[in-house]
Nanobody
Framework: QVQLVESGGGLVQPGGSLRLSCAAS????????MGWYRQAPGTQRELVAA???????NYADSVKGRFTISRDNAKNMVYLQMNSLKPEDTAVYYC???????????WGQGTLVTVSS
């Protein structure tokens, strides 16, 4: 099983930006989907953005135009650039890798993002 470690969370004012990073402990064989999820207190975990091994991306409607997911295969990294942050973006953000052909479904420990003035 691969280990995932997120970083980059913190406190930011509304309208600000943060970049989250997720480091995988080893190379992930294709095909796979890497995603960022978030969970605010009292809510269910939701998909924020995902990128496939082929490079296709998809985003939650609430973050389209503000967040960008990207990956660096050489470094086994996935990133989430978050711009124009809003208080409702406050949540713990989790990195995930799904590899349906192997049954892998790995999660990181999460990183807290707080958007507040």
């Amino acid at each position: 099983q691969v280990q995932l470690v997120e970083s980059g969370g913190g406190l930011v004012q509304p309208g600000g930006s943060l970049r989250l990073s997720c480091a995988a402990s080893r190379r992930i064989l294709s095909p796979y989907v890497m995603g960022w999820y978030r969970q605010a207190p009292g809510t269910q975990r939701e998909l924020v953005a995902a990128v496939t091994s082929g490079g296709s991306t998809n985003y939650a409607d609430s973050v389209k135009g503000r967040f960008t997911i990207s990956r660096d295969n050489a470094k086994n990294m996935v990133y989430l650039q978050m711009n124009s942050l809003k208080p409702e973006d406050t949540a713990v953000y989790y990195c995930n890798i799904k590899q349906t052909w192997s049954g892998m479904d790995a999660w990181g420990q999460g990183t807290l993002v707080t958007v507040s003035s």
